[in-house]
């Protein structure tokens, strides 16, 4: 059980700051970006789910209880992964479970069940829409940051550093977050606007 009496320690004043395995690193460190943009992308992911109760159309949308569930669901996963990442390879707690590919393969099976109910792409669609849509578009990119960054650690820490069951849930969460704005913009009427190349554009003109 974690217990927070303090927020404010004044031990990272210096420009350092401790893993979770007491380790101290500078607060430029790879591993320290990695479950920053983690944290980030999780507090991105709550101004969606504050969106769901003020979006234009919410009477329209019979469902924002499942997306919103699923969304709460990530939210805790992502803190286990960030958990995680806070640590050194080796030096993770022993009562600590770890996501592994259900959690994964769960993403996939829900992506599949929305993009049924969707019109396959024809081109790609600009990042807007609605609030909790053009949200998560903005998380979507965080998550490949992300992911990036899990990857830039391995390849500075070794294959060790990073569980391939990490990079694989930061990869699938981008889609994840991609194909449920696409699954809500559909359930509230929207219309998703797609990117017109320079070309067609300066025709059209």
Known sequence: MVRITRV???TGD???TSLLDGKKVGKESPRVELYGTID???SQIGVVRMEFERMPGVTRFHRP???DEAL???QQELFDIGGECACSPGKLPEQMVLVGMDECDRLVEEMDDWIKELEPL???ILPMGSAPVAFLHVARTVARRAEREACHLRSVEGDGSVRDEIICYLNRISDWLFV???WIAKNTGEEEVLWTPLGKRNMES
């Open 180 to 182: 449920m704005g696409r």
């Open 122 to 124: 024809k081109s790609f």
């Open 72 to 74: 709460y669901r990530v």
């Open 40 to 42: 980030e992308l999780n």
């Open 65 to 67: 209880g499942e997306a």
């Open 8 to 10: 404010h320690t004044g």
């Open 14 to 16: 210096g420009g350092e």
